[in-house]
């Protein structure tokens, strides 16, 4: 069986476990905290983090970007990163903006502090971090609007990486209670349509032991 | 023609300038300092951020994974990111390590300080910056070292943009002065072949004004 290991706070093995699941790929799942080394990842893979598959071949892949192009080749059907080279580089482009630049400006001052801190260290959050993560998402979700008024989906017609890698950082800004939906009602609309996805079930169903989400994060109708 | 926006001292627009070369793909360029904002850059990006490549159809493509992946995609003549499934994904995790562990843990503490400072503040290095690089690069020359010993190339037995990406982002380092080549002579046979390759040479001509490279930088055989 399909061995992935992940944590439900890390984002990046999120927007996998989407993937895996829009794909239809059945997995046994292994949650390792991240804050803590792991001899058993580092045993996998040398960066010792997470997120990693251990495909049904037992072959073992690991960071996050690589194994979301190893499941578009290996598993094609439901193909997520478009099908020209132009909508293959938008979709690309998008999932590392947020991947990377949302999650560095939000997620992880947003749920880092809010999630992480208090989970890791029981520690409160870092005021500041948050005040930044509070301030850099409004020109993410600026940016998200202009996006969603010309396409239906974030990087064009249909479902890509791009849309699962913002919904999974999303989903722990809005685990935390930090979503500023009603300034925002285009990207509510987008996330909505996402969060209504069977691949979404399992994400839903997360609780993180000493930190229950906010109310809103498992209502589809918010 | 092609035109690729970039700038010798940006890491990833170096990896990207390798896999051009290596593709034999002719581009114009057009070198933006990326300390500054760049109306010209935000007009292609919303990122603002280099390298972007504007490929001869007028296709406009950021991010330097999805600018690596395009290439790959749309010129495969010279593949660049391994056959098999299992190659790609060990191409795609060295070149992501390089990309952003040695680049943050290294890359960005000595070239960052003492190149791209200087160039851009005429500010000196941070010691306390500089030693964190000096010290963190052990550990990335021992995996390398590791790696070699059981490969031809880094990811296997072809040169993939494992290669490419740790040569952009060594190159830099080198350029400062700051490898400790005697100490990892496997790192260093394998350098010195990707270094002489012609792809290399342009890299190998660059100047930043005001900060000469260190004489190891252009030597073939240092």
Same mark, same amino acid.
């Given at each position: 069986?399909?061995?992935?290991?992940h944590?439900p706070?890390?984002?990046?093995a999120? =927007?996998?476990r989407?993937?895996l699941? !829009? =794909?239809?790929l059945?997995?046994?799942e292994?949650v390792?905290e991240?804050?803590?080394?792991?001899?058993e $990842?580092?045993?996998l893979t040398?960066a010792? %983090?997470?997120?990693v598959?251990v495909?049904?071949?037992?072959?073992?892949?690991?960071?996050?970007?690589?194994?979301?192009e190893?499941?578009d !080749?290996?598993y094609p059907d439901?193909? $997520?990163i478009? &099908?020209?080279?132009?909508e &293959?580089?938008e979709?690309? &482009?998008?999932?590392?903006?947020f991947d990377?630049?949302?999650?560095?400006e939000?997620?992880?001052?947003?749920?880092?502090?809010?999630?992480?801190?208090?989970v890791?260290?029981n520690?409160a959050p870092d005021?500041r971090a948050? &005040?930044a993560?509070?301030?850099?998402?409004?020109?993410?979700l600026?940016?998200?609007?202009?996006?969603? %008024?010309?396409r239906?989906?974030?990087a064009?017609?249909?479902?890509?990486?791009?849309? $699962?890698?913002a919904a999974?950082?999303?989903?722990l800004?809005d685990?935390?209670?930090?979503? +500023?939906w009603?300034?925002? +009602?285009?990207?509510?609309?987008?996330?909505?349509?996402? =969060?209504?996805?069977p691949?979404?079930?399992?994400?839903l =169903?997360?609780?993180?032991?000493g930190?229950? +989400?906010a109310p809103?994060?498992?209502d589809?109708d918010?």
């Open positions: 069986m399909r061995l992935f290991y944590h706070l890390v984002a990046s999120r =927007k996998v989407l993937v699941h !829009e =794909k239809r059945a997995y046994d292994r390792i991240p804050w803590r080394e792991s001899e $990842l580092l045993g040398p010792g %983090e997470l997120p598959l495909d049904e071949d037992q072959a073992v892949v690991s960071d996050h970007g690589a194994i979301t190893y499941l !080749e290996v439901v193909p $997520l478009g &099908r020209t080279p132009g &293959r580089a979709a690309r &482009r998008l999932a590392a903006w990377d630049k949302f999650y560095w939000v997620t992880h001052q947003i749920a880092g502090e809010k999630l992480i801190r208090r890791s260290a520690a005021s948050l &005040r993560g509070r301030e850099n998402i409004q020109i993410h600026q940016y998200l609007t202009w996006l969603k %008024e010309r239906s989906w974030l064009g017609d249909s479902l890509s990486i791009a849309d $699962l890698s999974a950082n999303i989903s800004v685990y935390s209670g930090d979503m +500023p009603e300034q925002y +009602p285009e990207v509510k609309e987008w996330y909505v349509r996402v =969060k209504s996805r691949s979404f079930r399992p994400l =169903k997360d609780t993180i032991p930190v229950p +989400p809103v994060y498992t589809l918010f």
